[in-house]
């Protein structure tokens, strides 16, 4: 056989490795949603799940985070084995994440499903964006102790945080007292890595630093994309595969806008093609990763039956959208009359996500209906109010439905 055709092979084997790998991570976002999960429970233990440790500013309550977690605390579930914890503080409500603390060797590179070296950038293309100062050359927080981890904005910033927790991840596969699969594991020598990954928060970069501020001439966020240009064309690593072997997350949809011509070698992980030529990114190389929900998930016993829940269809959001979006202002004025049919306006002003929760957890069908892009955040707030989503966008890519049945998990959820 010859080496061109090898090499393609081996792409193929890392790419689908590494969407496996990015399929486990977020497996906890699709099926944390369900009361009864479409896998049996005696198998779900065997699942391996990441216990990667977050600290996020949450749309709910304590009390109703912790009653939720409890209810599904009965065993080595999925609550328990994420390591969720519950506590209060003083300045506000929290949702706490905790990385599982039990002891374990540091795992054998040789043994990992994939092999990830991850770029030592400077703190101002990843946690320093969230205010983390650390000590003199410390390039990353000790994620060890969960109170060093600085926190994930919340509100809408939320639905893009993968890049957070991917890099958190990574860095938590070679710290020893933190229990988590071999799965991806994080190798000091590229030589030996199957992908090398750029911990670079472009979507948070672009939500709070892509306007300018005082005399600024450019903004900070358009500043990052050209230091990482130049950062990573500098690389060895990069020269040796034009970049084919990096992975981008840019799973905002106007995340590395100035970047990712120039960086479309790359492999990139995002939210939708909505905003990309297919020169730049395709689904030969590129993977769609799911959004986090922003509504409460439903905890056990609180989910209304199907047949019970008094509204049909539910939408509330922006209406007047452009180019694929026009179809939510032709289906407003169909539909906006209708008995049993909730449709308007809203945002996530004020109490505009709770509001939105308790609207789609009394409601039979949730509409995912196309706005600026094919796809939105929706379709998982849904799932987590146990809603049926109807999705209705010509140019949609679910999540890992090369290797996932969605539909499947989206029938199964909604109906449990």
């Known amino acids: 056989m010859s080496e061109k055709s090898i090499l393609p092979s081996r792409f193929l084997f890392y790419l689908i490795t590494l969407s496996m790998f990015l399929l486990l991570l977020s497996?906890?976002?699709?099926?944390?949603?369900?009361?009864?999960s479409f896998i049996p429970r005696s198998v779900f233990k065997l699942?391996?799940?990441n216990s990667t440790s977050v600290y996020i500013k949450a749309n709910v309550k304590n009390e109703e985070l912790c009653s939720s977690m409890d209810?599904?605390?009965?065993g080595p579930t999925l609550g328990r084995s994420w390591g969720t914890a519950c506590h209060s503080s003083n300045s506000g409500k929290q949702m706490v994440g905790s990385f599982g603390q039990q002891k374990r060797e540091n795992c054998d590179p040789d043994q990992a499903l994939l092999r990830v070296y991850m770029y030592d950038l400077p703190p101002e293309f990843h946690f320093g964006l969230l205010g983390w100062k650390g000590k003199?050359?410390?390039t990353w927080p000790d994620v060890s102790k969960r109170n060093k981890i600085p926190p994930y904005p919340g509100g809408l910033n939320l639905q893009h945080s993968i890049e957070y927790w991917l890099t958190l991840d990574l860095l938590s596969s070679n710290t020893a007292n933190i229990g988590r699969p071999c799965t991806a594991i994080r190798v000091k020598n590229s030589s030996q890595a199957d992908v090398i990954f750029v911990p670079f928060f472009s979507s948070l970069s672009y939500n709070r630093h892509s306007k300018l501020h005082g005399k600024e001439k450019i903004s900070v966020n358009n500043m990052l994309q050209k230091k990482l240009i130049q950062f990573l064309m500098n690389q060895d690593e990069w020269k040796r595969s034009s970049g084919q072997d990096h992975l981008i997350v840019a799973h905002h949809p106007n995340s590395m806008l100035d970047a990712r011509r120039k960086l479309g070698s790359s492999m990139f992980?995002?939210?939708d093609f909505g905003r990309y030529p297919v020169e730049i990114a395709n689904l030969d190389k590129d993977i769609i990763a799911p959004y986090m929900h922003l509504v409460?998930?439903?905890?056990?016993?609180?989910s209304a039956p199907f047949d019970q829940r008094p509204t049909l269809s539910y939408f509330q959001g922006a209406i007047y959208r452009k180019d694929g979006g026009v179809i939510r202002q032709e289906l407003y004025y169909l539909l906006k009359d209708e008995k049993d049919v909730h449709f308007s306006f809203g945002?996530?002003?004020g109490d505009g996500v709770k509001n939105a929760g308790r609207g789609m957890a009394t409601s039979k069908f949730c509409l995912n209906i196309a706005g600026d892009t094919p796809s939105s955040n929706r379709l998982f707030d849904a799932i987590a109010s146990h809603c049926v989503p109807v999705i209705?966008?010509?140019d949609i890519e679910l999540p890992y439905e090369d290797v996932l049945d969605l539909l499947r998990v989206l029938h199964h959820c909604s109906f449990n």
Not at 27 to 36: A, E, P, W
Request: cysteine-free; charged content about 15%; hydrophobic content about 40%.
């Open 269 to 271: 992980v995002l939210a």
């Open 27 to 36: 497996s906890v976002f699709l099926l944390q949603f369900s009361t009864s």
């Open 47 to 49: 699942i391996l799940l």
């Open 136 to 138: 003199s050359n410390q």
């Open 347 to 349: 945002s996530i002003r």
């Open 71 to 74: 209810s599904q605390n009965d």
């Open 296 to 302: 409460r998930t439903i905890p056990n016993g609180e």
């Open 392 to 394: 209705i966008s010509d």
